[in-house]
């Protein structure tokens, strides 16, 4: 029977341990890194540099949340231009800047 542990509360993320009932060994659940896109990696780039958290950022660009963290972990990796737009006016940069090396 696998259970559930709660280990850390962290700014309302929670980091949640399987484990079998009987051995209390914890079961490493392994998720295998991608290349994220470009436009992905540099909206993390710039949002840190400009001190944003993801929620600020999804304010300031009149965004969801949740799209700016898809945008992040890869799971929406072609934004529209629109997007890509409010993004780059909200963190100050330019359209190229995000979406080029």
């Not at 542990?5 to 490493?28: E, F, S």
């Not at 629109?82 to 963190?91: G, M, Q």
Request: charged fraction near 30%; proline fraction near 3%; hydrophobic fraction near 35%.
């Amino acid at each position: 029977m696998l259970k559930i542990r709660l280990l850390t509360i962290h700014k309302k993320i929670y980091t949640l341990q399987l484990y079998h009932a009987n051995l209390y060994k914890p079961i490493t659940m392994n998720k295998s890194k991608k290349e994220l896109p470009i436009v992905c990696r540099k909206i993390r780039k710039y949002r840190k540099e400009k001190g944003f958290s993801q929620e600020k950022l999804a304010r300031t660009a009149d965004l969801s949340f949740h799209t700016i963290v898809k945008l992040e972990n890869g799971d929406t990796s072609n934004p529209t231009v629109d997007t890509v737009k409010k993004i780059a006016d909200a963190l100050e940069v330019t359209t190229d800047d995000l979406l080029n090396e």
